[in-house]
């Protein structure tokens, strides 16, 4: 994620780093480049002006004489106005009504469907809503058909009418349904054209009025750059939208969306998708977004997913395992999956301080669990639960069977026995310890 600027941003406070103090020069020289990557990481014209002059304000204006370093200074000033760029605090859905009604808007491609199956998710799991997803784009006949399927990967109903055209009727009709079967929120998506047209936003509009909807959020790719900014303005121009989510972070985005919108729209960007995946979504919070960018990590939205992802219940029966040393190869296999279900392993790796730069070039995919899952499977249930009959005839099978070789077979095998043995090792008070600080 915005890797390019990050780097960028990096090089120009070289210049600075080496100083002694801030001066005019050293800061004028700096933020030339800080522009110039504002610049060319699609960022708007006027935003990216009004940024460096902000920034040279604050620099000048700190005292030169303070113990820290014009380097120092000068990244923890860009990373507080970079927050405040995109809007500083965290601003989360406010859903009042009941059932709360979410209308998504955007258009074609942008991300919509998947993104209201993202919220569903997120909402049903989190905050433990009961929601429904309304199917409103009625020109695409594969619309309602890609909805239910996302809905079905979530475990969250749909509410459609495959033969009405007539969308406020449509929303109506199942805004009565949530009420009689006690839907907490309803989702609307709607049909997007590939640009903006009259006839989208009027049918948008409209549905805005009849509906009154608690949120009206706008879904927009973010690897449209400036064009994403502009599409938004347009909307809220029309709509009054509520708030702004950014989709396909995970691509190389520029980041130009992201940095501007706030500022152009006047509007909250208030979720991030960062990937096709219904787990790949983020609550935006500025401040996490900067350090990001600055390539400080994001360790707090880290430990976020995989508390989501955590449960109490498998965790205690694992725990019980590994104190009997009992732990197997389907244990190892389900964490394997946990893992995965936390998102791209890239983008997760990069929440990490310091991680995400050292591994730009290393090419960590989802695949690099195939192998491990593939041998896994390729065991037969007992050699699962009874990792010691896995003798070398045993091994030959199971690196045949699942497309490996013996030596990957014999590592994968080592290591599990090495996990075990640590395991062991870390039975009793320590592992107590460990499961009482997982469940504070
Ligand atoms: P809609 O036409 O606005 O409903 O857009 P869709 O939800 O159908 O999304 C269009 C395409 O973008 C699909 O292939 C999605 O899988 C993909 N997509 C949506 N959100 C993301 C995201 O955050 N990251 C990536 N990489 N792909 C996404």
């Given at each position: 994620m915005f890797e390019n600027l990050s780097d960028r941003l990096e090089r120009s406070f070289k210049i600075i780093k080496g100083e002694g103090k801030i001066t005019e020069i050293n800061v004028a020289e700096t933020l030339k480049d800080v522009r110039r990557a504002l610049l060319d990481a699609d960022v708007n014209y006027k935003v990216a002006k009004t940024f460096?002059?902000?920034?040279?304000?604050?620099?000048l204006g700190m005292n030169v004489l303070t113990a820290v370093k014009p380097g120092q200074l000068m990244v923890k000033i860009v990373h507080d106005e970079l927050a405040t760029l995109m809007g500083g605090e965290s601003v989360g859905l406010q859903l009042t009504n009941r059932p709360a009604i979410i209308l998504m808007s955007g258009l074609q491609g942008s991300g919509k469907t998947t993104f209201s199956g993202k919220l569903a998710n997120?909402?049903?799991?989190?905050?433990h809503k009961n929601p429904l997803l309304v199917a409103c784009d009625v020109y695409r006949p594969a619309a309602i058909?890609?909805?239910k399927v996302v809905a079905q990967q979530v475990g969250v109903p749909v509410y459609s009418e495959p033969d009405n055209k007539n969308v406020v009727e449509i929303a109506t009709n199942a805004i009565r349904e949530a009420k009689a079967k006690g839907n907490d929120v309803v989702i609307v998506d709607t049909a997007g054209r590939l640009a903006v047209d009259e006839e989208m936003m009027d049918e948008?509009?409209?549905?805005k009025q009849a509906l009154n909807p608690d949120e009206t959020l706008f879904v927009v790719d973010s690897m449209t750059g400036q064009d994403a900014v502009n599409t938004a303005r347009e909307f809220n121009d029309r709509l009054d939208i509520d708030g702004v989510v950014l989709t396909k972070l995970d691509g190389d985005t520029r980041g130009g969306a992201a940095l501007s919108i706030r500022t152009v729209v006047?509007?909250?960007?208030?979720?991030?998708?960062?990937?096709?995946?219904?787990?790949?979504?983020?609550?935006?919070?500025?401040?996490?977004m900067a350090d990001r960018i600055l390539g400080m990590g994001d360790i707090v939205s880290l430990v976020e997913r995989a508390q989501e992802q955590f449960d109490e219940e498998e965790a205690k029966r694992l725990q019980k395992k590994i104190q009997k040393n009992k732990f197997d190869f389907n244990d190892f296999?389900?964490?394997?999956?946990?893992?995965?279900?936390?998102?791209?392993?890239?983008?997760?790796?990069?929440?990490?301080?310091?991680?995400g730069k050292a591994i730009k070039d290393v090419d960590i995919d989802d695949n690099a669990f195939k192998g491990i899952e593939a041998i896994i499977k390729s065991m037969t249930p007992k050699?699962?639960?009874?990792?010691e009959i896995l003798n070398n005839s045993r091994r030959q099978r199971i690196a045949k069977g699942s497309g490996t070789n013996i030596q990957e077979v014999n590592k994968l095998i080592k290591q599990f026995d090495q996990t075990?043995?640590?395991?062991?090792?870390?039975?009793?008070s320590n592992m107590a310890k460990m499961a009482g600080m997982a469940s504070k």
């Open positions: 460096t002059d902000t920034v040279k304000q604050k620099a997120l909402l049903k799991g989190k905050q058909e890609q909805l948008i509009y409209r549905l006047t509007k909250p960007i208030k979720f991030v998708g960062t990937g096709e995946k219904m787990e790949a979504v983020d609550v935006f919070h500025p401040e996490r296999l389900k964490q394997i999956e946990q893992i995965k279900k936390m998102g791209n392993l890239k983008d997760l790796a990069s929440m990490i301080p310091g991680v050699e699962r639960t009874n990792p075990r043995k640590m395991m062991k090792m870390m039975t009793g």
